[in-house]
């Protein structure tokens, strides 16, 4: 018996009037093909329209077309029509808006890499490299490119940099993770549907889904390095927050504090942070036993200086237990210590400025370093995938893409 396929979610049905009623009432379809429509009028006609890829003649993409299983079930006509990049750029726009709005959609109705791979191409066009670390040695070998056909002609050409940037955008570096994001989507889709169909090769399954869980360890890493970045750059700028928030500079600041004879002030702080979260049953005990070691004068060994309204706060609090209560008298108390450690604020950063900025700068190396080790993970789980899963080079190449146009590497 005949069976009839949808070119854009593979469905099979058996009759053409049940594919064309499949056609007619989802909405999907008409939104995919009137986008198609507007990409396959861009460079007259000489582009994929399910990868985007161009291509300098009509024979290449014929090609292309022809050798690849994916794309001989999701073949469109290309017009060969002049269109200005306003069109291409809304219908891109547009392929990205629907990735995200029908990611919960029926899988059978979701074409994994007709969603994904505009956003990713595009986010390829805008990536970037790491910040430039003077310090740093540059990492001698070059990372392999995996098994990527979806590479664009942009990436391939600034594979061998000689420069780094001088002031690098992390706000573009950030920009790649929604597109990997929509890729990590694309890719569990994908992995799912070879569990379904494709039992005798279950490495399809197993692939992609680490080549998903390689692709959120790299949003990941991207985050934390984004965040490093953004701490102060100079010790002259930190604020008391600033100080207290980072580990190492925690450290640097308790060392002076104790050399201050001060350091009960930061002992108090951090243990009021820790009382806030504490269970409500266990507050009123809690609460006397930080009394007993900061506020006690008969049994504390480094008491703190507080107010006498503090003081009085904190045991009228004990004295009637209420979880409200305890934590605003103990979070009144530690008002006092904030501004103890406030007055040692500037004679810290004076004489502690060569190991302050040297503990600002540890997170962002350790993150990009961090970066680097979790890209090459990436490009393995490509070449595994790519191994085994034919067609899937266009997720592939759009991931690596995202990541970094050529070689990744550190001033």
């Not at 900025?357 to 993150?367: G, I, S």
Request: hydrophobic share 45%; glycine share 4%.
């Amino acid at each position: 018996m005949p069976e009839f396929d949808c070119s854009i979610c593979s469905r099979r049905f058996p009759s053409q009037a049940a594919l064309t009623v499949h056609r007619e009432q989802s909405s999907l379809h008409q939104e995919n093909l009137a986008v198609l429509d507007q990409l396959a009028a861009h460079s007259d006609g000489l582009i994929c329209t399910l990868c985007l890829r161009q291509f300098s003649s009509r024979p290449l993409l014929a090609r292309h077309m022809r050798e690849s299983q994916l794309h001989r079930q999701n073949l469109v006509a290309l017009e060969a029509q002049p269109s200005d990049s306003a069109t291409v750029d809304g219908a891109l726009a547009a392929l990205d808006e629907r990735g995200l709005r029908y990611s919960t959609r029926d899988t059978r109705q979701l074409d994994a890499a007709s969603l994904a791979t505009a956003g990713l191409q595009r986010a390829a066009s805008t990536a970037v490299r790491p910040a430039s670390l003077p310090s740093s040695p540059p990492p001698s070998p070059s990372l392999p490119r995996g098994n990527s056909t979806a590479a664009t002609p942009a990436a391939a050409s600034s594979s061998s940099p000689t420069t780094s940037p001088a002031s690098p955008s992390l706000d573009a570096l950030d920009a790649t993770v929604p597109a990997v994001l929509l890729a990590v989507k694309a890719l569990t889709l994908r992995a799912k549907a070879a569990a379904r169909t494709d039992h005798a090769n279950p490495h399809i399954t197993t692939r992609c889904l680490a080549l998903a869980h390689a692709a959120k360890a790299y949003v990941s890493a991207v985050e934390q390095l984004v965040a490093s970045r953004r701490l102060p750059a100079s010790p002259a700028s930190l604020t008391l927050s600033d100080v207290v928030s980072l580990a190492a500079t925690r450290a640097l600041f308790r060392a002076h504090l104790a050399a201050q004879l001060s350091q009960e002030n930061l002992e108090f702080y951090e243990a009021v942070q820790s009382y806030k979260v504490t269970a409500p049953t266990r507050l009123a005990a809690t609460g006397a036993a930080l009394v007993r070691t900061f506020l006690d004068p008969a049994t504390a060994e480094a008491e703190v200086n507080v107010s006498g309204a503090a003081r009085a706060f904190v045991h009228s609090s004990l004295a009637s237990p209420n979880a409200a209560t305890l934590r605003a008298a103990f979070s009144f108390a530690e008002r006092d210590c904030w501004r103890n450690m406030r007055d040692h604020l500037s004679s810290f950063k004076e004489q502690r400025g060569d190991e302050l900025a040297a503990a600002l700068r540890a997170p962002w190396v350790e993150c990009s370093r961090g970066l680097v080790e979790v890209v090459e993970r990436l490009q393995r789980a490509v070449r595994e995938v790519g191994e085994v899963v034919e067609g899937v080079e266009v997720e592939c190449g759009a991931v690596v893409g995202a990541v970094w146009k050529g070689e990744l590497w550190l001033d």
